[in-house]
């Protein structure tokens, strides 16, 4: 039983290990922490005809995701409970690589999301390095990058990486 206990620990760590590793990986080819955004001035129409801009004047959250990704779907729920708990942190989601914006409306539509969700475009994807859904930036009040993360985040995860 003892040797059944160990064993199990040891693939629980190594399983962790692995997890931490791949997510180094997937994340070395976004933008830096550090990173200024300061030049990128971006404004883009919210799915409530409004505008939304990127630049921001207190920490924000940038949600990058598409439509269509499954992991956005089962991650959204999260960032909505940051929003709704966190009145000092700002949350934008801007869909990507959909083809109709209604895809996006049926997105924020399915999940009754509350903060700002704007169309992005290739020019965003570009300036932002997102190669993959979701995408997370934690951007503070000087505009610059200070937290990123890629796939499925929970709650607690969001919010320290915002503190």
């Known amino acids: ?3 059944f206990l160990k064993s199990i620990a040891i693939q629980i760590i190594v399983f962790f290990i692995i997890f931490q590793f791949l997510s180094f990986i ?6 830096s922490t550090d990173t200024s955004m300061a030049s990128e001035q971006f404004v883009l129409e919210t799915t409530i005809g409004q505008t939304v801009s990127l630049t921001p004047t207190k920490k924000t959250v940038l ?3 598409a439509p269509w990704c499954s992991v956005c779907h089962a991650s959204i729920g999260n ?15 801007i869909g990507l690589d959909f083809i109709e914006q ?9 999940h009754q999301l509350t903060f700002p969700v704007a169309y992005g475009n290739e020019s ?15 951007i503070d009040e000087q505009n610059t990058v200070i937290s990123k993360s890629m796939g499925y985040s929970t709650e607690i995860g969001l919010y320290i990486r915002s503190l």
Request: overall charge neutral.
């Open 102 to 110: 209604e895809e996006v409306d049926r997105f924020v539509s399915r």
């Open 124 to 138: 965003i994807k570009k300036a932002y390095k997102v190669l993959g859904y979701p995408s997370y930036y934690i």
């Open 26 to 31: 997937k994340q070395i080819d976004m933008l």
């Open 63 to 65: 949600y990058f995701f």
């Open 79 to 93: 960032l909505q409970a940051v929003y709704e708990k966190n009145p000092h942190i700002d949350v934008i989601a």
């Open 1 to 3: 039983m003892e040797f």
